[in-house]
Every structure is written in C-alpha cells, then in structure tokens.
C-alpha cells in the first residue's frame, strides 16, 4: 500500500515539475520570440500552438497531474497529524489552484480571444499586443506556482515520516 503512496507522490512531483518546465519554457523564450514577429505572424504562430497543445500527452500530464494532487490533497487533510502533510496540502493546492486554475480562468480565455481574430487585422495586432503581456504574466504566475508545488511534494516524497 505504501509503494502506491509513494509512486502516487512520485508523480505528482514529477508531473508538476514537467509541467513547470513547459511553462518555464514559455516564460523564458519561446513568448520572446513569438513577441519578436510581425503581429500577424506572432498570431498565427501561438494559434497553431494553441490548436497543437490540446494533445492527449499534454493534457495527461496537466490534468493527471491535477486528479493525483487532489487524491494528494485529500489524503493530506487524513493524514493531517503527520509531520509532511502539510507539504502534500501545500504543495498539491498550490499545483490546483497556481496552475490549473490560473490556467482555466486566464491563459485559456486569452487563448480563445486570440483564436478569434484574424491575424492580419488590425483588431488582431491591438489584441496581440495585449495577449504578449497579460498571457506572459499569467505564465509566470503558473510556472512558478508548478516549480514549487514540485518541490514541496518532493519534500514530501523524501520525507519517511509520513505514513500513508
């Protein structure tokens, strides 16, 4: 039963922090040189990588992901009393909420805007500009809150006291 916990911890960190590395991408290069196009051609660049992401690898691994940190979170509040629930806590709510959610609520109604306008009309370049901004805050935000939750459920993972 432990070995479940265990590989069960194992990929949720592991699937926070390939999730970190996606967005972590995003963040550091790859909206820099989206940003470095002519607007048409920005557009229609993160639109198909907006069509090319909704992939079922990619959304086993944010949304699988997801479904382990909620068990995780679940499981945390069980098993309250033990030292390193509150990494699993911390860490599986800071994936939901600092990933998932900032994901559902603002890079992906950013995404369908986008996906709108037409990438050589001038509605589409005043979007774009915008999208650079507000999208790449979003992905920080995002990143950031993966790149920790891996960590502290790592945290847990290494710590043996916490029985499962």
Known sequence: MSQDYFALKLFSALG???????????????????SRLQ???????????????INPLFMIALFGTAATCLFLTVLSLLKWHQSSAVYLLVGSL???????????????????????????SIEGANLWARYLKDWTFWNHVRTLAALVAAVLLTFALCDRSLKL
């Open 16 to 34: 926070c922090g390939l999730i970190a590395g996606v967005f972590f991408a995003f963040s550091t290069f790859v909206m820099n040189a989206l």
């Open 39 to 53: 607007p048409k051609e920005g557009i229609a660049a993160m639109q198909s990588i907006n069509i090319t992401a």
């Open 94 to 120: 800071l994936y939901l909420i600092g990933t998932v959610l900032v994901t559902i609520a603002f890079n992906v109604p950013l995404n369908d805007a986008l996906a709108k306008v037409k990438p050589e």
